[in-house]
């Protein structure tokens, strides 16, 4: 599969060494092609987009992301092979044209001016990026920032190595996100509802999650997680 042999060349070329391929089948050398794929995305983002070899690779495949995908069928379902629970091959390339589409969006935007600390965690420093690159005030990415440590010292979440590790349901991460990106609760609820915000890939990814999808349409569509009273008080 080129998809796959084309992303693993750009791993090696950059000096990381890309996992091992996995079985022969379409749908384990798809999730290969996608977890390396995320990998040089990160890897682009992460260096501010300035590397536009980089990106110039990473675009040649989302042609051929399109072409899988439009191959293996426009509906997306789920199957059953060898007793394991597998995602339609369809459904790995929709996630792999998400993170391709990212890139060329971010090599399209005026790049922001972010403070290059080095004290500053790699988790904030991408925090302030998305904020700065999606139009918010610098006060909300300030403030942002701000809750992430509060989290932290309340045990909320942890900060690790690779990133950051969320110690609650991911509906109140979503939920955390969604407030810092402009939620709103209806206050005349004890139990309110979101209207609003986002719970943005690039910020899940930091907590090591693919995206939060779900989880902020059960925020917006049900009543607040059990637990958002820890996030308001963050908030204040």
Not at 76 to 89: G, I, S, V
Not at 125 to 137: E, K, L, P, T
Not at 208 to 213: A, F, S, T
């Given at each position: 599969m080129n998809l796959l042999a084309f992303s693993y060349a750009m791993m090696e070329k950059r000096g990381k060494a890309p996992s091992e391929e996995g079985k022969q089948d379409v749908c384990s050398r798809l999730v290969e092609a996608r977890k390396t794929i995320r990998q040089l995305a990160d890897l682009y983002l992460d260096e501010g987009a300035a590397d536009e070899e980089l990106r110039a690779g990473l675009l040649a495949l989302l042609p051929l992301a399109k072409e899988l995908q439009q191959a293996a069928g426009k509906k997306?379902?789920?199957?059953?092979?060898?007793?394991?629970?597998?995602?339609?091959?369809?459904?790995?390339?929709n996630h792999i044209i998400d993170l391709l589409s990212e890139v060329e969006q971010a090599g399209t935007m005026e790049?922001?001016?972010?403070?290059?600390?080095?004290?500053?965690?790699?988790?904030?420093?991408?925090?302030?990026?998305?904020?700065?690159?999606?139009?918010?005030?610098d006060e909300k990415a300030d403030k942002a920032v701000a809750v992430f440590h509060r989290a932290i010292v309340a045990g909320l979440m942890e900060e690790q190595e690779e990133g950051l590790k969320w110690n609650r349901s991911k509906n109140l991460l979503a939920y955390l996100l969604a407030r810092l990106t402009g939620g709103e609760k209806d206050k005349k609820s004890k139990y309110p509802q979101l209207a609003g915000g986002q719970a943005p890939a690039?910020?899940?990814?930091?907590?090591?999650?693919?995206?939060?999808?779900?989880?902020i349409k059960y925020v917006r569509n049900h009543y607040a997680p059990k637990g958002f009273e820890e996030i308001e008080e963050l908030l204040l």
């Open positions: 997306a379902y789920r199957f059953w092979e060898e007793d394991n629970f597998k995602l339609e091959p369809w459904v790995h390339c790049r922001p001016q972010v403070p290059n600390s080095d004290q500053a965690p790699r988790w904030e420093r991408a925090i302030r990026v998305w904020f700065y690159s999606n139009g918010f005030a690039e910020l899940a990814r930091l907590f090591g999650k693919e995206d939060l999808k779900t989880a």
